[in-house]
């Protein structure tokens, strides 16, 4: 199974790509988190200093890098998240091998719609399910779309991997 750790972080790197080509996709359709780069990276930076959870994290004071520092960790996670979450998965089904269909990345993609609902909005003072964030939002919609884009580019990196 440690031999898929390498694979599984690559192919969340790929993820990570799906959901940012899927994003804009879905906010063209009226569909967004309200979820941006710098909230990221300034929720990110802010827990250097202890802060975890903020009344609304658009009123908390810019961060110097906090865009640069938002991608860097979308990325961190994206590949992190597949390596730490998807492993108990693969042990629990006795794989030999990665699979192939693209069930099982999809449903993994769209399972992990639950960390910015659950984790990620609360912190920001947006509430479970991001229900108190920036009107015009709809994260209940927003984040499964944007986490399809995750599920298809985990399936489409596995693939890709398999080639080489």
């Known amino acids: 199974m440690m031999e898929f750790i390498l ?17 804009p996709l879905a906010e063209r ?14 929720w990110f930076i ?18 110097q890098h906090e865009n640069l520092v938002g991608w860097l960790f979308h990325y961190f996670i994206g590949g992190g998240a597949v390596a730490l979450l998807f492993l108990p998965i693969l042990w629990a089904g006795d794989y030999a091998v990665l699979p192939s269909s693209p069930l099982p990345w999809v449903a993994f993609g769209l399972f992990t719609s639950f960390l910015p609902w659950l984790l990620l909005m609360p912190s920001y003072g947006w509430g479970l399910f991001g ?30 991997l398999s080639v080489f």
Not at 46 to 61: N, Q, Y
Request: no cysteine; aromatic share 8%.
């Open 7 to 23: 694979p599984l972080y690559l192919a969340g790197l790929v993820g990570s790509l799906g959901m940012d080509l899927i994003s």
């Open 29 to 42: 359709l009226g569909y967004r988190t309200g979820v941006t780069m710098p909230l990221i990276g300034r």
């Open 46 to 63: 802010g827990l250097f200093s202890g802060r975890f959870f903020h009344a609304d994290i658009r009123h908390t004071p810019v961060q």
């Open 131 to 160: 229900m108190l964030g920036p009107n015009g939002s709809k994260p209940l919609i927003a984040s499964p779309l944007n986490h399809l884009g995750y599920g298809v580019g985990l399936w489409a990196g596995i693939n890709l």
